[in-house]
């Protein structure tokens, strides 16, 4: 008697099971339903039936975007009609979209349309409808039989423009609690399963769960449009489980094939079939982490990954001309053409680039872990030599009239010398090649000064700083990218600081 009681008891509690498995796909269907159907409604400017779908459609399954589309609805029966009670319909909309996310991405957006609309309530309360003539009668006194018209949106309003509802995404499995990734797992993980936000474009989705076979599904996600990805994942009891970790988060992650580029980025988990696999983990500035291991089917394995080294920091060089110039750091060629962004160690560095028929730039910096140090580069050209080269035309052309003088001047003194030698008498004083000679002696003498001072100078000029040197502007940013989840977004959040 007592087993055929329990067993009584098991049957109920199993009919009582049975429609709950079915519960939340009806419900997803049911919101589904009235979504598309309000959306529909919205289109045609039936603006109060598809609020009213879109509440439906928050009855069934309570996803806030519902109750920010019946917000739009309802602001934009307000905007057509200038009708107060639509206005305040809106912000009650709008106000249990916040209550119900309040985590949203664009709650400082939603404030303000609140803050609009409860202004243009009380304007419009304030304010009685204008009173219009009658069709027809353009002579007509307005107020004696006159049609009362609305007054038009104000300014603030009219600046929101038109609102429309948004779509939706969302993201289910079989079990739940999966790790969501979208595109690429080195991006890292995305969410957890039940999700839903709003994603645009076609996106690859993977939803991986330890013991169960991955999920890989392409959505093409439409913003006006409610998306319903469910995956069913059936579990898989050979598969081992490796959970990687280091102590430098975002390292690349790389399996038995390095040429297949990097799986993933620390911290990863995944399934992974038994047998001995090759790790590698990488990051900027560390030393690379290899490890051979056996992985064991439906077990554990932990891979933590020490890297050693040190942090970098990001130099980015820009600037006008820079895909023609060559830039170096302490001595050995960076990048061999601009622009250059790559991850340096932090510490100091010597910054120089070159370009032909420009001016070298060169600078010391300091680049700090986990910071963009921007550099837009203005290269000044190289100034002619031109003037160094007519000082040296110069200083030759004096030089060789020199030697010309003196020449002449030791033709005369030769001369002179041969005759004595030959013993004629001496010559007179008032001989006149005793003047031309000394007269070309000191000819000689002034040109080969005039050729020393013009040489000089085309060596000043050679060598002289000519001309605005090359400048550089440096910008240091802090940045920090970090995962956001909500649950109406999810995406990369990045703080800059200056």
Not at 6 to 20: E, H, I, N, R, T
Not at 32 to 51: I, P, R
Not at 418 to 423: Q, R, S, T, V, W
Not at 448 to 470: N, Q
Request: hydrophobic share 40%; aromatic share 8%.
């Amino acid at each position: 008697m007592q087993s055929r009681v329990v067993f009584v008891v098991w049957l109920a509690l199993c009919a009582l099971a049975l429609p709950a498995y079915g519960q939340p796909a009806d419900a997803l269907k049911k919101a589904q339903t009235a979504f598309d159907q309000a959306q529909l409604d919205y289109l045609q400017g039936k603006y109060d039936e598809a609020a009213r779908g879109f509440q439906d459609a928050y009855g069934a399954r309570q996803f806030p975007q519902f109750l920010y589309n019946a917000g739009a609805s309802f602001h934009m029966k307000g905007k057509t009609a200038s009708d107060p009670v639509a206005y305040q319909s809106a912000v009650d909309a709008y106000h249990k979209y916040l209550a119900a996310d309040p985590q949203a991405a664009d709650k400082d957006k939603v404030e303000k349309v609140i803050k609009v609309l409860e202004d243009e309530i009380k304007r419009l309360k304030d304010q009685p409808p204008v009173a219009a003539p009658p069709p027809g009668d353009p002579t007509a006194t307005p107020g004696t039989g006159a049609v009362a018209v609305a007054p038009a949106p104000s300014q603030e309003v009219q600046q929101l423009g038109d609102v429309k509802p948004r779509g939706l995404v969302v993201i289910e499995s079989e079990p739940s609690n999966a790790t969501i990734y979208v595109d690429d797992k080195r991006k890292g993980s995305f969410a957890t399963t039940p999700w839903s936000g709003t994603l645009e474009g076609d996106h690859k989705i993977i939803i991986e769960k330890r013991g169960y076979t991955v999920v890989e599904k392409t959505i093409s996600a439409d913003p006006t449009k409610l998306f319903v990805l469910f995956g069913a994942m059936s579990q898989q009891s050979f598969l081992g489980w490796v959970e990687i970790t280091s102590n430098v988060p975002g390292a690349d992650i790389f399996i038995d094939d390095k040429a297949i580029g990097a799986v993933g980025r620390t911290p990863l988990s995944q399934n992974i079939k038994p047998g001995k696999h090759t790790f590698w983990i990488s990051a900027e500035g560390y030393d690379e982490y290899q490890q051979d291991i056996e992985v064991i089917a439906n077990e554990v394995t932990p891979i933590k990954a020490p890297l050693k080294g040190s942090p970098v920091g990001k130099l980015n060089v820009t600037g006008l001309g820079i895909e023609d110039a060559t830039i170096s750091v302490d001595g050995k060629v960076l990048c061999e053409r601009g622009p250059c962004l790559k991850g340096l160690q932090q510490g100091e560095h010597t910054i120089t680039v070159t370009r032909p028929d420009f001016k070298t730039y060169a600078r010391r910096v300091t680049i700090q872990a986990k910071t963009e140090t921007q550099i837009r580069i203005t290269l000044a050209p190289t100034p002619s030599r031109g003037d160094a080269i007519v000082a040296y035309v110069l200083a030759g052309g004096f030089g060789g009239a020199g030697i010309f003088l003196g020449l002449q001047a030791n033709k005369y003194r030769d001369d002179l010398r041969k005759e004595i030698a030959a013993g004629s008498p001496p010559p007179d004083s008032n001989d006149p090649r005793f003047n031309k000679g000394k007269i070309f002696a000191i000819a000689a003498d002034s040109a080969f000064v005039i050729a020393g001072i013009t040489a000089l100078t085309g060596v000043y000029y050679t060598f002289r700083e000519k001309g605005a040197p090359s400048t550089g502007l440096i910008d240091v940013r802090a940045l920090a990218l970090r995962p956001e989840i909500g649950p109406g977004y999810a995406g990369l959040g990045m703080g800059v600081s200056w």
